[in-house]
């Protein structure tokens, strides 16, 4: 036994330590070399997780249920495996959006709702302070353990000697002492974290001392404990598990809870998220602080063992067995070591919680509450800044004392364990909404609030109100027999589901309610602007922030552009000044501009400059550390003029689904218009083609001409040869048949010349349109040429009329050409006219276009021959076509070259004119063709444009 | 790369460290006179613990020289460097 004194001495000896160390690493901070700047102090704070509870409730809880104590530390284990994705995008998150808590976290993330940060507070309290009752009772029990005084904490014991209550007055200046000393901008506590760190070295050496201690000093080491332990068929039980659902269920809740709680409960979010300083340090505690709290759990088998064989059944508490086995033992040192092990783990536990709900309950109860009832003339007050630290010091203070209450009505009835899981059993309610919020855009504020108001009703009806109930005596009957006795409201057996332990069962049910609250009703909701703006902020935070600037002060703020509104600057200096205080809002600003100059001309008048949204952003963001953001918001919305944010406005900035969904858009129209080019090429190509195979046409018809001509050149040539060879070879040629063979030749050759003069119009033509055009009078060439073919019309008995007095034919055109076609045409008739009565008739006429166009001059020649069979009507006009269907009995060829009437035709199209045949078989043939009439202008003079595109206003082409 | 071995090495921890496997080891033997339920719990722990350091310092020795500071880089440039 130690006396009292002594153990108040070391207690407060070793409080002041603390304090001092925690004063240097603040002053070391001041000064620029952080002894916090280090992952393994980082990961020996996460430690803190490490409370009086694990130090003394392990053991008690190895002590009756076997390993199953293990899940607790396992849990973390597993969560901080997934640091490097989870814990760490957690604290991208808080870094870039000045989040202080994890209130703030959820509030933030579904739009800066203060409903929601009052919520988190609430249910971070309410499941906190049994867990601080939980240390004060741990501190005042292992007291009397150890100074061997009454069993504490009872009733009736007076407040003045009851240990807990001063422990607990002495955490709560503590924790004021640390965690209020100023308002900063980070929300960081360097000093409370090198203190918590040490105090995780402390309580690690007391505890693996003792189990030293127990191990090999009492026994002959583990094997031996275990084998002695084997020989006890009592103990048994704790060397394997029991099967049944109630254990399986057991053994996945608790792992489930702590694998929440490692990073939910509000002091772990805090030295996790709030206080750490780089974010690489995560890293690193990815397994130092596993191997931590392995190293910590070594012994508690061998310790509770120990104790169990030890003391007689049921006379020591084994909660306490890391004291009483020293103590009896004779080693009154180490069991103050270990006392003072448990204190740093009570100590650590309850500064950091309290910091981090007097946070809380500041930024997300206490202020928002006073701006709401008070309004703005809470707001105008001069200096906030100490208003929000008396706020935070009496939070703390009142934190402490509620558990102190807890403690003295409810807590000792209980053992340390079943408390703790209550209080994980809270903090894994913001499981959903936390975890949804950073991986899941869609999550909406009403599903938050949902899930969190449905999975607390359900933990307070499941976990701590029976154990109030049973503890108090007040009411108990609803435990065993449910709500208004109806069984189905048990509240540990809901709705009969009795096959869990209590702590596994509300575990299941509050959950299970929590998250299909969250998840339906968010899809059955919509979210504001801001609050998807927030959304995307948080699940894609890799977008918005620098990844490797240290602590980024400067990075927090840019490209945050949702908030569009404009202040003037004094406003905000005087804002920022109420709550940080003058000073620091100076410094803050000067900062600010110096790294962002708002304008150059403005610097010297800055009273009247306006501050530009980044700074809006900027002020806000150094407002949410010291009152919250969603406070933060409210009141900077008293100063800044804000512009409405349009939503498309937001998408834009922030939505990088919008983003890449207009890039595919653009995608889609490029692709568009690359099939619609594509189809235009394709036209052309067709188009292409079209002319391509007309060329080829026009090729394939020049070449068939070419060889038509030859083939028509060489039948005159090869007759003319044949003859003049049998006149070479027969010199006694009868000089009657040598007339007759010259006849031939001459006729042939003469055949042979006026083909080659066709051939050669013909190409001329081609070439050219009108070659020598001249107003002439078609009724002379008429009557020069019929003087010209006379001899022929005789010499076949042919009878030929000319009628053409009656009109002045003036035309325009080539004397030789016109009169070609006359030739052509009148030979033609000549050949083709009654061999009997032959008869040709040529007129011309004057024929106006009724349309009012040029009026024409016609003329006929027609023949009473055969006529022309309609099949022929226009293959005639092609090159060295002739009709096929013949009269019978004229058997042999005319004897034109075939090219007559193609060029004729071709002559009178270059004139403007048309040639055309009407003729029925057996009643003789008309050819007509027209010409453009010279008209007599007023001037006198004559114009005569012949005009290409004129339709013949003549009969046409004669078509059947 | 390293970001996906640790999600690997937690569900392989989730999975040895929960039922049913777990029954594989709850069994009423010793192992070097410890309960095989213990040795089994602890052997995983420490493992899972061995796996995680290797994987996270060994490769951050060889990151850490392109681990230099880019203040105001570009997101695109540091979605590269981390994996």
Redesign the interface.
């Known amino acids: 036994m130690l006396s009292p004194s002594v153990v108040v001495a070391a207690s407060l000896l070793y409080l002041g330590l603390l304090f001092g160390l925690a004063s240097l690493a603040d002053r070391r901070a001041d000064q620029g070399r952080s002894v916090v700047g280090r992952s393994s102090v980082y990961a020996l704070s996460l430690a803190v997780y490490c409370t009086a509870w694990t130090f003394f409730g392990s053991v008690g809880r190895a002590a009756t249920e076997g390993v199953s104590f293990l899940t607790i530390y396992l849990g973390p284990t597993l969560t901080l495996l997934l640091g490097a994705s989870l814990l760490r995008k957690m604290v991208r998150i808080s870094r870039y959006h000045r989040l202080t808590s994890i209130a703030d976290f959820v509030a933030s993330r579904y739009g800066k709702s203060q409903l929601l940060g009052g919520l988190v507070t609430v249910i971070a309290v309410a499941g906190t302070v049994p867990y601080i009752a939980l240390q004060l009772k741990a501190v005042s029990g292992t007291f009397g353990v150890l100074t061997g005084s009454s069993v504490p904490g009872t009733v009736d014991l007076p407040l003045s000697s009851d240990t807990g209550f001063y422990a607990a007055v002495i955490l709560a200046i503590f924790a004021i002492l640390f965690g209020t000393r100023h308002l900063d901008a980070t929300e960081r506590h360097e000093g409370m974290v090198a203190a918590i760190a040490f105090e995780s070295v402390v309580k690690l050496v007391a505890f693996l001392a003792v189990g030293v201690f127990v191990t090999f000093a009492m026994y002959d080491g583990v094997g031996d404990l275990f084998s002695r332990a084997a020989a006890r068929t009592d103990l048994h039980h704790l060397f394997v598990m029991p099967s049944g659902s109630e254990s399986y269920g057991e053994w996945a809740a608790l792992l489930v809870l702590s694998m929440g709680a490692v990073l939910l409960l509000p002091r772990q979010f805090q030295v996790a998220v709030v206080e750490n300083v780089d974010e690489r340090h995560v890293l690193r505690a990815i397994w130092l602080f596993p191997l931590y709290l392995l190293l910590i759990n070594l012994f508690v088998l061998p310790i509770a063992l120990g104790g169990l064989l030890y003391f007689p059944e049921g006379t020591v508490d084994a909660d306490t067995f890391v004291l009483t086995l020293p103590l009896a033992e004779g080693h009154p040192l180490l069991a103050l070591l270990v006392f003072i092990g448990g204190l740093s783990a009570a100590t650590g536990m309850v500064i950091v919680a309290t910091v981090a709900l007097a946070t809380m309950i500041s930024n997300d109860l206490v202020m928002p509450a006073l701006l709401r009832v008070q309004g703005g003339s809470f707001s105008e007050r001069a200096d906030l800044s100490q208003w929000v630290l008396r706020i935070r010091r009496g939070a703390i203070l009142a934190v402490v004392l509620l558990g102190y209450l807890y403690f003295r009505l409810v807590a000792d009835a209980q053992a340390l364990v079943s408390i703790g899981l209550v209080a994980f059993a809270a903090a894994a309610q913001f499981a959903p909404v936390v975890l949804g919020g950073m991986y899941w855009k869609r999550g909406t504020w009403a599903g938050a609030v949902s899930a969190l108001v449905g999975g607390v009703l359900v933990w307070g009806y499941t976990l701590p109100l029976p154990a109030l109930a049973q503890a108090s005596g007040v009411a108990e009957g609803f435990v065993t027999d449910g709500l208004f006795g109806w069984a189905a409201l048990r509240p540990h057996a809901l709705l009969g589901l009795d096959a869990f332990s209590p702590i596994a069962h509300g575990t299941f049910w509050s959950l299970l309610v929590n998250i299909s609250l969250y998840v339906g009703v968010s899809l059955f909701t919509r979210q504001g602007v801001l609050e998807h703006a927030q959304a995307v902020s948080f699940v894609d935070i890799d977008r918005f922030t620098d990844l490797s600037a240290p602590s980024g002060a400067a990075g927090a703020t840019a490209g945050r552009s949702v908030w569009r509104g404009t202040a003037l600057l004094d406003d905000l200096r005087a804002l920022l000044g109420r709550f940080l205080g003058p000073r620091r809002a100076n410094e803050a600003l000067t900062t600010y501009l110096a790294a962002h100059p708002l304008d150059e001309v403005a610097l010297d008048a800055e009273a009247s400059l306006t501050a530009d949204a980044d700074l809006v952003h900027h002020a806000e963001a150094l407002l949410a550390s010291a009152i919250g953001s969603a406070s933060a918001r409210a009141m900077i919305a008293t100063v800044v003029s804000e512009e409405p944010v349009r939503v498309d406005e937001v998408l834009a900035i922030l939505d990088e689904q919008q983003k890449t969904l207009a890039y595919s858009r653009t995608l889609e129209e490029k692709s568009a218009e690359l099939q619609r080019q594509t189809e235009r090429l394709e036209a052309a190509r067709n188009e292409l083609m079209v002319v391509n195979q007309a060329l080829r046409e026009v090729d394939r018809l020049r070449d068939e001409f070419v060889s038509t001509v030859t083939h028509e050149l060489r039948t005159p040539l090869t007759s003319i040869r044949a003859f003049a060879e049998i006149m070479q070879s027969t010199p006694d040629l009868d000089p009657g048949q040598r007339a007759e063979f010259l006849g031939i030749v001459v006729a042939e050759s003469e055949r042979l010349s006026r083909l080659i003069g066709d051939v050669l119009t013909f190409q001329k033509l081609n070439r050219h349109a009108v070659p020598d055009a001249r107003p002439l009078d078609l009724e002379a060439e008429v009557r020069e040429t019929v003087r010209a073919v006379r001899p022929l019309f005789s010499r076949r008995g042919v009878v030929l009329d000319v009628n053409a007095t009656e009109c002045p034919c003036h035309v325009e055109g080539d004397a030789d050409q016109i009169r070609q076609v006359l030739y052509n045409l009148l030979a033609n008739a000549a050949k083709h006219a009654d061999r009997a009565l032959g008869r040709v008739r040529v007129s011309i006429a004057e024929l106006r276009d009724p349309s009012g166009g040029r009026p024409l001059a016609r003329l006929d020649v027609s023949d009473n021959g055969f006529g022309i069979h309609p099949s022929d009507h226009e293959r005639i006009f092609d090159a060295f076509e002739q009709a096929q269907h013949r009269p019978t009995g004229q058997g042999e060829a005319p004897g034109g070259t075939g090219l007559g009437l193609a060029i004729s035709r071709r002559i009178v199209q270059a004139h403007g004119g048309e040639l055309w045949v009407e003729s029925d078989l057996g009643a003789g043939a008309t050819f007509s063709f027209t010409l453009p009439l010279l008209v007599a202008e007023e001037d006198g003079t004559q114009a005569a444009v012949p005009t290409p595109g004129l339709e013949p206003a003549g009969p046409g082409h004669a078509a059947p | 790369m390293?970001?996906q071995r640790?999600?690997a090495?937690?569900v392989l921890?989730?999975l040895l460290?929960?039922?049913p496997l777990?029954?594989l080891a709850?069994?009423?033997e010793?192992m070097?006179?410890?309960?095989v339920?213990?040795v089994y719990?602890?052997v995983v722990?420490?493992a899972?613990?061995?796996l995680?350091?290797w994987t996270?310092?060994r490769r951050?020795d060889r990151d850490s020289g392109r681990?230099?500071?880019?203040?105001?880089?570009s997101?695109a440039q540091?979605?590269g460097?981390?994996r």
Request: glycine content about 10%; cysteine-free; aromatic content about 12%.
């Open positions: 390293r970001r640790l999600i090495l937690f921890g989730a460290l929960n039922y777990l029954l709850n069994r009423a010793s070097f006179g410890v309960p339920l213990f719990l602890f722990w420490a899972l613990i061995g995680a350091a996270v310092e951050r681990r230099t500071p880019v203040r105001g880089g997101p540091h979605s460097a981390r």
